[in-house]
């Protein structure tokens, strides 16, 4: 059974760094596609970042662009975003996902429909 496990999230000030994590178990990632999406109080879920099943290709939302990088360490299993120069409205409960379709895994979608595990998410607040 697959699970995703993520990590890293906390308060910061505005202006500062987290580094998400999120733990792969029950298969290995390295044929996934795997992404980051978010959820603030009031909102619908939205992408964030995502990196195809070769890591040859990502894509970021446009307001994180230049200041969140996703990664993945197939070897470990797990997936990565590091956040810096985090703002108020990055404020949300941010969510790792997993696109498994061996086809689909090559490219980054941002449809949340179009992934098919998630995690449980973990909070982060930016303070102003």
């Known amino acids: 059974q697959v699970q995703l496990v993520e990590s890293g999230g906390g308060l910061v000030q505005a202006g500062g760094s987290l580094r998400l994590s999120c733990a792969a178990s029950g298969r290995t990632i390295s044929t996934w596609a795997l992404g980051w999406f978010r959820q603030a109080p009031g909102k619908e879920r939205e992408f964030v970042a995502g990196i195809n099943r070769g890591g040859s290709a990502t894509s970021y939302e446009d307001s994180v662009k230049g200041r969140f990088t996703i990664s993945r360490d197939n070897a470990k299993n797990t997936l990565y975003l590091q956040m810096n120069s985090l703002k108020p409205e990055d404020t949300a409960v941010y969510y790792c996902?997993?696109?498994?379709?061996?086809?689909?895994?090559?490219?980054?979608?941002?449809?949340?429909?179009?992934?098919?595990?998630w995690g449980q998410g973990t909070q982060v607040t930016v303070s102003s």
């Open positions: 996902a997993a696109k498994t379709d061996f086809l689909n895994s090559a490219f980054v979608t941002a449809a949340v429909s179009a992934w098919n595990y």
